[in-house]
């Protein structure tokens, strides 16, 4: 199975919990810190259209314009389509692709890159909604691995604006308490 269809498995398994948010949900706090579920959301939006403009183009021209609207769902489902639609393409794995200020990667990095978004933000969706999250085992595996790659240095996360500090977990938790404690996220969070 190919990281892209991990990543496709696992946007599977969001849509199910996204497409229940209701308007008033669109306020609550996230494990992200100083963000709500509309601005998790928008980011997501954001994030799988820049990816498909990216892979389109080379490059993507804004990473952040992700509108909501008066349909939360809709526009993520939109946004989606869009990502898999970009991806689904033949030779898609082999191009140079350009994403945000990162850098320039492979198709096949770039597909990783997204499967961590995907499996980290179904996780921060969840724990919002304090629902079920079911993520595809192998999904995690792969999202781990990669995970595994990031640097680690707190002031060169804070500078790049990617992850929080690492939060520790021990070696017997979970693969997928491993990859949130790596993104800087605590498996412990709830909603207060």
């Known amino acids: 199975m190919t990281t892209f269809d991990l990543d496709r498995q696992s946007l599977l398994v969001l849509d199910p919990i996204v497409s229940k948010i209701t308007a008033a949900d669109l306020d609550r706090p996230t ?37 909501l609207g008066e349909d939360a ?26 994403i945000s200020t990162f850098g320039t990667f492979p198709g096949t990095v770039v597909i990783a890159m997204h499967l961590v978004d995907t499996v980290a933000h ?20 792969a999202a781990l691995q990669f995970a595994l790659m990031i640097p680690t240095d707190p002031k060169e996360r804070v500078e790049r604006g990617t992850f929080a500090p690492v939060v520790p977990v021990g070696p017997d938790e979970s693969e997928l308490d491993q990859f949130l404690g790596l993104l800087g996220r605590d498996p412990q969070w709830r909603v207060s």
Do not use: M
């Open 31 to 67: 494990p992200c810190t100083g963000w709500t579920l509309a601005d998790l959301l928008r980011h997501q939006v954001s994030e799988n259209r820049g990816f498909a403009e990216a892979a389109r183009n080379g490059s993507a021209k804004d990473w952040h314009s992700g509108q």
């Open 73 to 98: 769902y809709a526009a993520y489902a939109a946004s989606v389509t869009d990502y898999l639609d970009a991806y689904g393409e033949a030779d898609v794995a082999e191009r140079q692709i350009t």
């Open 122 to 141: 179904g996780w921060d969706l969840a724990k919002t909604l304090d629902v079920a999250y079911d993520p595809v085992p192998e999904a995690v595996h």
